[in-house]
């Protein structure tokens, strides 16, 4: 490990630690302070060009997309969230989106899935599953070519990606 990742590592426990742990404080209270900006972490930036709607998911819940286009489109990012599968959201993740639509010239649909502990494995997998059946059914309307299509996650959606990629 590099002297600069070392430092890295220490100055991101130093700066969490005082964070009380989220299944002390419950799930949903954690999440908030989160979208508040209470801790270590800044609250959310949201895009102005962001379109938030919502879809249908085979277990009859409804999967929040936020989606994100460039003027000309020449395909798909379907963006999974990262955070345990407990934490992170839709509102996390506009100022990325934004600069991958214009740097990829790719729609960005991120995914809301499910989050546990109150919806246990595997109800991630499926709404990403479901999110993915609809941004391919919609590419005509996303202005894409359904061909065109990446899927990408980071920390834990890196894992629900290819969960989803997988099943599909």
């Given amino acids: 490990v590099t002297a600069e990742t070392r430092?890295?590592?220490q100055a991101m426990v130093q700066m969490l630690t005082p964070t009380p742990d989220w299944w002390v404080t419950?799930?949903?209270a954690s999440r908030a302070?989160?979208?508040r900006g209470d801790g270590p972490f800044p609250a959310p930036v949201m895009s102005p060009r962001a379109q938030t709607r919502s879809i249908p998911?085979?277990?009859g819940n409804a999967i929040?997309?936020?989606i994100i286009a460039p003027d000309q489109p020449s395909g798909v990012y379907l963006h999974i969230h990262g955070g345990g599968m407990v934490m992170g959201g839709l509102d996390g993740g506009d100022p990325i989106a934004v600069r991958l639509a214009e740097n990829l010239r790719a729609t960005v649909v991120s995914v809301d899935y499910r989050l546990a502990p109150e919806h246990p494995y595997p109800a991630a997998v499926d709404d990403c599953v479901d999110a993915l059946?609809?941004?391919t059914a919609q590419s005509g309307q996303l202005g894409t070519d359904?061909?065109?299509l990446v899927i990408f996650g980071g920390s834990a959606g890196g894992g629900l990606a290819l969960a989803t990629?997988?099943?599909c």
């Fill in 33 to 35: 302070a989160r979208r």
């Fill in 26 to 28: 419950g799930a949903e």
């Fill in 64 to 66: 929040p997309l936020r």
């Fill in 133 to 135: 059946t609809w941004v």
């Fill in 7 to 9: 430092a890295l590592n």
């Fill in 57 to 59: 998911g085979k277990n």
């Fill in 146 to 148: 359904p061909a065109r």
């Fill in 165 to 167: 990629a997988l099943r």
